[in-house]
């Protein structure tokens, strides 16, 4: 079995932020044992603030904020409200930020 393209969006949320998601469906492995291999990214002003992947020899992880996690894969819709939230706590979080600096 060939890796087939399951899924592929990039969407711009403003000029400089977007999300991008690619999953394709692979045979099996020890290293892919759900037979997925994905990156789901979100980038800001060009830099990775958030992301999962399964890069090969490495397993399945995620990105948050310029570190490294180990990730418990559960199924693509697990995988993608986890993705979506860690954006939605990105965001709440820069923006809160974002205030602190406009009120000193």
Same mark, same amino acid.
């Given at each position: 079995?060939?890796?087939? /393209?399951?899924? &592929?969006? =990039?969407?711009?949320?403003? *000029?400089?932020?977007? +999300? *991008?998601?690619?999953?394709?469906?692979?045979?099996? #492995?020890?290293? =892919?044992?759900?037979?997925?291999?994905?990156? /789901?990214? $979100?980038?800001? @002003?060009? =830099? +990775?603030?958030?992301? $999962? @992947?399964?890069? *090969?020899?490495?397993? @399945?992880? +995620? &990105?948050?904020?310029?570190?490294?996690?180990?990730?418990?894969?559960?199924?693509l819709d697990k995988l993608w409200k986890d993705?979506?939230? @860690?954006?939605?706590?990105?965001?709440?979080? #820069?923006?809160?930020? *974002? =205030? &602190?600096?406009?009120?000193?």
């Amino acid at each position: 079995m060939k890796a087939g /393209l399951v899924y &592929h969006e =990039k969407k711009y949320i403003t *000029e400089n932020t977007f +999300r *991008e998601v690619k999953i394709w469906r692979v045979p099996e #492995s020890k290293d =892919k044992p759900h037979g997925y291999k994905y990156s /789901l990214v $979100y980038i800001v @002003d060009g =830099k +990775r603030v958030i992301g $999962y @992947d399964n890069a *090969e020899g490495k397993g @399945d992880h +995620r &990105h948050y904020r310029g570190k490294e996690y180990p990730y418990r894969f559960h199924g693509l819709d697990k995988l993608w409200k986890d993705f979506m939230n @860690d954006i939605k706590q990105f965001e709440g979080k #820069s923006h809160e930020g *974002e =205030k &602190h600096k406009n009120s000193d």
